[in-house]
């Protein structure tokens, strides 16, 4: 059962409702959980439809799934410049977590990570 299951749209408001309802995990999980989100939004386009997803695995690590329906745009690790105002949030997902991925389905992708 996860610890939380959200369908909503890929919105700027969306990335403080998912912060709040991640209040009782530690700030990691929160932080790569919106970042997860803020790529949608960035790469996707507002309004994009998404399930996020965080749960306790059994090796009692902590996943966090965000699934949108494009399958083919597919995440990249940048290497930002001091300067650069974006390309880090993939950057602090694999700084953060144990691992991440992606998962390619017919109808979509979850990009997840693990912590």
Same mark, same amino acid.
């Given at each position: 059962?996860?610890?939380? !299951?959200? #369908?909503?749209? !890929? ?12 209040? !009782?995990? #530690? ?5 790569? %959980? ?12 507002? /309004? ?7 749960? =306790? =695995?059994? $090796? #009692?690590? =902590?996943?966090?799934?965000? =699934? ?11 290497? !930002? ?5 974006? $390309?880090? /949030?993939?950057?602090?997902?694999? %700084?953060? %977590? ?9 109808? /979509? ?7």
């Amino acid at each position: 059962m996860p610890d939380l !299951a959200l #369908d909503l749209l !890929a919105t700027p408001k969306s990335v403080p409702e998912i912060r709040h309802r991640l209040r !009782a995990h #530690d700030y990691e999980v929160r932080l790569c %959980a919106t970042e997860l989100m803020t790529n949608v939004i960035d790469h996707l386009g507002e /309004g994009t439809p998404v399930s996020v997803r965080v749960y =306790t =695995t059994d $090796g #009692d690590r =902590t996943r966090v799934e965000v =699934t949108d329906p494009d399958p083919r745009a597919l995440p990249t690790l940048l290497h !930002a410049t001091l300067t650069d105002e974006c $390309g880090r /949030g993939l950057t602090l997902v694999g %700084a953060l %977590a144990l691992r991440w991925g992606v998962e390619q389905g017919l109808r /979509g992708k979850t990009v997840w990570c693990e912590l």
